[in-house]
């Protein structure tokens, strides 16, 4: 099991959820790492108000930088 942050609606940080769900296998020229840190970077803080200039749809996750 992987945990992830999601959101399943816009707004503040009181809307991230903790969630596990299945270690995704990756594909061909993929690779897998072990994520110890995520940062939360502007472009996805509006992405979690629903106020950048392209919104995911929902739920959707965060997690574009990781250490």
């Known amino acids: 099991m992987a ?3 999601r959101f399943h609606q816009h707004g503040g940080p009181e809307v991230l959820r ?3 769900v299945d270690t ?3 594909t061909r020229g993929e690779i897998q790492i072990r ?3 995520l940062g939360l970077n502007r472009a996805e803080a509006l992405m979690r108000w629903g106020t950048y200039i392209q919104t ?3 739920p959707s996750g965060l997690g574009l930088e990781a250490a």
């Open 35 to 37: 994520v110890k840190a």
């Open 18 to 20: 903790i969630e596990n």
């Open 24 to 26: 995704p296998r990756p």
């Open 56 to 58: 995911p749809p929902l």
């Open 3 to 5: 945990r992830v942050v």
